[in-house]
């Protein structure tokens, strides 16, 4: 336990140094949503998103009702950007969940969408990431390896 607490201390205190925490309300810990809790100022691919919050939090925020897009809309700071990464991907079959253990999710929260309309487009088979919009909460898919903020889950139920 001293061990977990000293990680997520150097995590933070590294995060803090670099500026790359937003803290105060709005940004920070999140305790109306079980899957986002941590929201970033930095960008990454998608995939460099994912392993980033996997090794420091959990995995990428999973969004799982209106009512929590809708919250996320009006909690997060979009100073520097309109947009920011999800756990959700094509995997070329079907949408996912970057947090794939079904344990996580009560009934029907795995399949909630809230695609910008049009979308998704499905770009000829090319890799493809979910980012959030941050005016209206609606989600479009871009290609994985563009650059943008990200969302963290830490693992703990609020």
């Known amino acids: 336990e001293i061990g977990q607490i000293i990680r997520e201390f150097s995590v933070l205190l590294v995060d803090l140094v670099l500026g790359l925490v937003c803290t105060g309300a709005g940004c920070g ?9 941590h ?3 930095f960008s990454k ?3 460099e998103a994912q392993s980033y919050c996997r ?6 925020a999973s969004i799982d009702n209106a009512e929590e897009a809708l919250e996320l809309v009006k ?3 979009i100073r520097n950007s309109n947009s920011t990464w999800i756990g959700l991907y094509d995997d ?24 910008y309309k049009e979308n998704p487009k ?20 871009t290609y994985c390896l563009s650059s943008l903020r990200f969302v963290c889950y830490d693992g703990e139920e609020a």
């Open 122 to 141: 499905n770009w000829g088979g090319d890799s493809l990431c979910t980012h959030f919009q941050f005016y209206d909460g609606r989600w479009s898919e």
């Open 55 to 60: 090794e420091h939090y959990f995995d990428l």
């Open 29 to 37: 810990f999140w305790s109306w949503s079980p899957y986002v809790s």
């Open 92 to 115: 070329l079959n079907s949408w996912r969940w970057s947090l794939d253990d079904d344990s996580f999710y009560k009934e029907n929260e795995r399949s909630f969408r809230n695609w």
């Open 39 to 41: 929201q970033y100022h």
């Open 75 to 77: 909690l997060v700071d």
């Open 45 to 47: 691919t998608w995939a």
